[in-house]
């Protein structure tokens, strides 16, 4: 057996066992599939072969093309011959799918002649998160295995096929328990004496009828949101049922192609390795977080209750503290209003999301809190409570709990200043709403100790957030964006253009609501109280549209107006006369702009702020300015993210 190999050969009696070696996901370069074809010409050669047993090393079968090579021409051998020469092997090829099957993994495994599941397999075929359809046959082999009605989910909508299922649908002939690679070989042994099955692609498939893909295509329509892949995929699946195989496949290779060199994909492809090494900073390489069971939370606001579900739903238990019995009841009553809305949205069930809240300890005051092994403050944002807070805290925790604040805007060497022990107090700043929101950005301050700034990023990744390291500037990475934003979305306000029409445009450009929806959303006062407390400070901060509406009591959706105007118990933005009088006075004469100039205008301000910031080292490079826009603003994920999209677009 070479070792060397990312595809090793065994043999036994008439069986022969291919392994893809590939670490970390078995992925099918270049490589694995230049030694695959020539296994395959091997074991066509060899008469006293009887059977292949495919299989992958580890606990994954397979994790799909390897997308690094996505950025470079397509090299020979290719995945689509490749799946064919084993399709029209002239002795059964048995796909032992010992765990992810995913992409060009599953199908690879659509093509063998047998598919044998462990208890762990999943089939997958999760290429429009990438901005790809399948392109190895996938949305015609598929749909010929199992059906359309069951296929289309899996293609188009992110699906995945488990082993029971694999075992309903007729997909996978047998579930191995034990014995996983032996038990394959005894059944490739025993099954290798059959006529060959026919080919995936010879399969009939039964066409649905209008209604189904009527009913399909709007409901992937809403769901994609914009992004072009997940209507390809449903696309190159139908025309195969209508026209066959052979065209289906040209198809679906050709969009696979053109949608892989496009700028969308390349955006979610940056995205896609992005994501995974931030949670993975060099710079901690080798150090161990701390372990955190018990967790406390100060303050049952917004944020409090937001932040509490998102530990409740990683399974920590919590201790959630507030001023007063009345702030109390509040809190918990909005807590349980979280979890029954994600039992509403099957989430969890009803009984699960009550083992969750069983794990949430009210109390008043910061007493209880003493066993913990790390609190959250999440107060009003001034500056001398959150010192009072953490002075306090300091005395009732152990001396190893972390104290994290959640301040969006106060200096947090200023809010811990009174702290002894500087190496516990970190910055973890979550977004609203915190249990639904991606984004944590890390704040480490000079004391903050290693193993306290590894535990930020451990916990991120339990809570299934998208850590970001931070330095300290005001408002972070983020808000300090979002201030660059607003400021240039206001400018374009004074000089006469809508605001309706910027948040349109913005909304047309991917955002789920356009700069002035957002600031309603989550309230003009946090910011504003951000300007008053600088002006306190006697900062010269000029006064800006929001603080004219918020001085009239517009502060957003909470008062049933800001920039907009809100039905009661309604999200949905109204034009306001109010507010047109109000800033009737800081507006030129009312000007046209095309939407390309104000999305241009905006991305560029965006960009321009985050230059600054990577010069003054506040992030760790341009992906971190991008994991932020698209985790914490909503930046659509088909454009990459601002640093991405300028670079992408720089004429
Ligand atoms: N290609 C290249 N590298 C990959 C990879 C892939 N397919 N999948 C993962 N990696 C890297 C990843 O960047 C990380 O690297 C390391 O592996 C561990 O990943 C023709 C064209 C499989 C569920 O979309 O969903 O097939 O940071 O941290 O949490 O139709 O990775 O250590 O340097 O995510 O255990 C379709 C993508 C491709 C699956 C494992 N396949 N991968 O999760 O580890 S398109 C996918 C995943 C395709 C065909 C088309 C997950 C995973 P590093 P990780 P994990
Ligand atoms: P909020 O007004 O909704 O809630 C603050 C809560 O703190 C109130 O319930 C109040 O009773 C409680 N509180 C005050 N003093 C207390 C004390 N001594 N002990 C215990 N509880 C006390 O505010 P919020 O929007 O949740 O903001 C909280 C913090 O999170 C602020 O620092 C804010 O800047 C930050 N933040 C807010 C957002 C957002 O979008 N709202 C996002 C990120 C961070």
Same mark, same amino acid.
């Given at each position: 057996?070479?070792?060397?190999?990312?595809?090793?050969?065994?043999?036994?009696?008439?069986?022969?066992?291919?392994?893809?070696?590939?670490?970390?996901?078995?992925?099918?370069?270049?490589?694995?599939?230049?030694?695959?074809?020539?296994?395959?010409?091997?074991?066509?050669?060899?008469?006293?072969?009887?059977?292949? *047993?495919?299989?992958?090393?580890?606990?994954?079968?397979?994790?799909?093309?390897?997308?690094?090579?996505?950025?470079?021409?397509?090299?020979?051998?290719?995945?689509?011959?490749?799946?064919?020469?084993?399709?029209?092997? @002239?002795?059964?090829?048995?796909?032992?799918?010992?765990?992810?099957?995913?992409?060009?993994?599953?199908?690879?495994?659509?093509? @063998?002649?047998?598919?044998? *599941?462990?208890?762990?397999?999943?089939?997958?075929?999760?290429?429009?998160?990438?901005?790809?359809?399948?392109?190895?046959?996938?949305?015609?082999?598929?749909?010929?295995?199992?059906?359309?009605?069951?296929?289309?989910?899996?293609?188009?909508?992110?699906?995945?096929?488990?082993? &029971?299922?694999?075992?309903?649908?007729?997909?996978?002939?047998?579930?191995?328990?034990?014995?996983?690679?032996?038990?394959?070989?005894?059944?490739?042994?025993?099954? &290798?004496?059959?006529?060959?099955?026919?080919?995936?692609?010879?399969?009939?498939?039964?066409?649905?009828?209008?209604?189904?893909? =009527?009913?399909?295509?709007?409901?992937?329509?809403?769901?994609?949101?914009?992004?072009?892949?997940?209507?390809?995929?449903?696309?190159?699946?139908?025309?195969?049922?209508?026209?066959?195989?052979?065209?289906?496949?040209?198809?679906?290779?050709?969009?696979?192609?053109?949608?892989?060199?496009?700028?969308?994909?390349?955006?979610?492809?940056?995205?896609?390795?992005?994501?995974?090494?931030?949670?993975?900073?060099?710079?901690?390489?080798?150090?161990?977080?701390?372990?955190?069971?018990?967790?406390?939370?100060?303050?049952?606001?917004?944020?409090?209750?937001?932040?509490?579900?998102?530990?409740?739903?990683?399974?920590?238990?919590?201790?959630?503290?507030?001023?007063?019995?009345?702030?109390?009841?509040?809190?918990?009553?909005?807590?349980?209003?979280?979890?029954?809305?994600?039992?509403?949205?099957?989430?969890?069930? *009803?009984?699960?999301?009550?083992?969750?809240?069983?794990?949430?300890?009210?109390?008043?005051?910061?007493?209880?809190?003493?066993? @913990?092994?790390?609190?959250?403050?999440?107060?009003?944002?001034?500056?001398?409570?959150?010192?009072? *807070?953490?002075?306090?805290?300091?005395?009732? @925790?152990?001396?190893?709990?972390?104290?994290?604040?959640?301040? &969006? /805007?106060?200096?947090?060497?200023?809010?811990?200043?009174?702290?002894?022990?500087?190496?516990?107090?970190?910055?973890?700043?979550?977004?609203?709403?915190?249990?639904?929101?991606?984004?944590?950005?890390?704040?480490?301050?000079?004391?903050?100790?290693?193993?306290?700034?590894?535990?930020?990023?451990?916990?991120?990744?339990?809570?299934?957030?998208?850590?970001?390291?931070?330095?300290?500037?005001?408002?972070?990475?983020?808000?300090?964006?979002?201030?660059?934003?607003?400021?240039?979305?206001?400018?374009?306000?004074?000089?006469?253009?809508?605001?309706?029409?910027?948040?349109?445009?913005?909304?047309?450009?991917? /955002?789920?609501?356009?700069?002035?929806?957002?600031?309603?959303?989550?309230?003009?006062?946090?910011?504003?109280?951000?300007?008053?407390?600088?002006?306190?400070?006697?900062?010269?901060?000029?006064?800006?549209?929001?603080?004219?509406?918020?001085?009239?009591?517009?502060?957003?959706?909470?008062?049933?107006?800001?920039?907009?105007?809100?039905?009661?118990?309604?999200?949905?933005?109204?034009?306001?006369?109010?507010?047109?009088?109000?800033?009737?006075?800081?507006?030129?004469?009312?000007?046209?702009?095309?939407?390309?100039?104000?999305?241009?205008?905006?991305?560029? =301000?965006?960009?321009?702020?985050?230059?600054?910031?990577?010069?003054?080292?506040?992030?760790?490079?341009?992906?971190?300015?991008?994991?932020?826009?698209?985790?914490?603003?909503?930046?659509?994920?088909?454009?990459?993210?601002?640093?991405?999209?300028?670079?992408?677009?720089?004429?």
């Amino acid at each position: 057996m070479m070792s060397d190999l990312s595809v090793k050969l065994e043999r036994r009696g008439p069986v022969a066992i291919a392994t893809i070696d590939n670490p970390p996901v078995n992925a099918l370069g270049l490589a694995v599939r230049q030694q695959l074809v020539r296994v395959i010409e091997v074991l066509e050669a060899d008469d006293t072969v009887r059977a292949v *047993v495919l299989t992958g090393a580890g606990s994954l079968f397979v994790g799909g093309a390897d997308i690094t090579e996505f950025d470079r021409a397509a090299e020979q051998p290719q995945l689509p011959e490749l799946l064919e020469r084993i399709e029209r092997a @002239c002795k059964p090829w048995f796909a032992a799918v010992n765990g992810l099957a995913l992409g060009g993994g599953a199908e690879l495994a659509f093509a @063998c002649h047998y598919r044998l *599941v462990g208890p762990t397999a999943r089939f997958g075929l999760p290429e429009i998160n990438l901005g790809i359809i399948p392109g190895a046959g996938g949305t015609q082999r598929l749909p010929r295995l199992v059906g359309v009605e069951n296929a289309l989910p899996v293609i188009a909508e992110n699906r995945q096929i488990d082993a &029971s299922g694999a075992l309903e649908l007729g997909l996978a002939e047998t579930l191995i328990e034990n014995d996983f690679v032996e038990a394959a070989i005894a059944l490739a042994t025993e099954m &290798s004496v059959r006529p060959l099955p026919t080919p995936a692609l010879a399969l009939q498939v039964t066409d649905p009828g209008e209604a189904f893909w =009527a009913d399909a295509t709007a409901r992937i329509r809403k769901a994609a949101k914009g992004a072009s892949a997940p209507l390809a995929a449903l696309e190159a699946l139908r025309l195969g049922v209508d026209r066959g195989a052979p065209e289906g496949l040209a198809f679906e290779r050709e969009t696979f192609l053109r949608l892989r060199a496009s700028d969308e994909a390349a955006a979610l492809r940056y995205l896609f390795f992005a994501e995974r090494s931030a949670l993975r900073p060099p710079a901690l390489k080798g150090v161990t977080p701390r372990r955190i069971a018990s967790t406390g939370v100060v303050g049952a606001g917004t944020m409090g209750v937001g932040i509490t579900a998102a530990l409740l739903n990683a399974g920590y238990e919590v201790t959630l503290s507030e001023r007063d019995g009345a702030s109390l009841e509040r809190g918990l009553k909005a807590l349980e209003a979280v979890f029954s809305a994600q039992a509403k949205r099957k989430m969890h069930t *009803v009984e699960e999301g009550q083992t969750r809240l069983a794990r949430v300890k009210g109390v008043v005051g910061l007493d209880n809190l003493e066993n @913990c092994d790390l609190v959250i403050e999440a107060v009003f944002e001034d500056l001398a409570l959150k010192q009072d *807070v953490f002075g306090k805290l300091e005395k009732v @925790c152990r001396t190893d709990t972390i104290l994290a604040t959640n301040t &969006s /805007y106060i200096d947090p060497r200023r809010i811990g200043e009174g702290i002894a022990a500087q190496e516990r107090f970190i910055g973890l700043h979550f977004f609203s709403p915190a249990q639904v929101m991606k984004l944590l950005e890390i704040i480490s301050l000079p004391g903050t100790a290693a193993d306290v700034l590894a535990t930020g990023f451990e916990l991120a990744k339990r809570l299934g957030k998208v850590p970001v390291r931070s330095g300290i500037c005001e408002g972070f990475i983020g808000n300090r964006i979002l201030k660059r934003y607003r400021v240039e979305a206001e400018f374009m306000v004074r000089n006469g253009v809508d605001f309706a029409a910027i948040d349109a445009a913005m909304r047309e450009f991917g /955002y789920a609501m356009g700069p002035f929806e957002m600031q309603d959303m989550a309230g003009l006062d946090v910011s504003f109280l951000n300007r008053e407390a600088a002006r306190a400070r006697g900062e010269q901060i000029p006064e800006t549209l929001g603080d004219i509406l918020v001085r009239a009591g517009r502060k957003g959706q909470k008062t049933g107006g800001g920039w907009y105007d809100y039905a009661p118990g309604d999200r949905k933005p109204l034009p306001s006369a109010e507010t047109s009088h109000l800033l009737a006075e800081a507006r030129t004469a009312p000007k046209a702009a095309e939407p390309k100039e104000i999305v241009a205008r905006l991305i560029k =301000a965006m960009a321009d702020e985050g230059r600054l910031i990577l010069e003054e080292r506040i992030a760790d490079g341009p992906e971190a300015i991008d994991l932020v826009e698209v985790h914490g603003y909503g930046f659509p994920r088909t454009k990459g993210g601002p640093m991405f999209f300028s670079y992408r677009n720089a004429s």
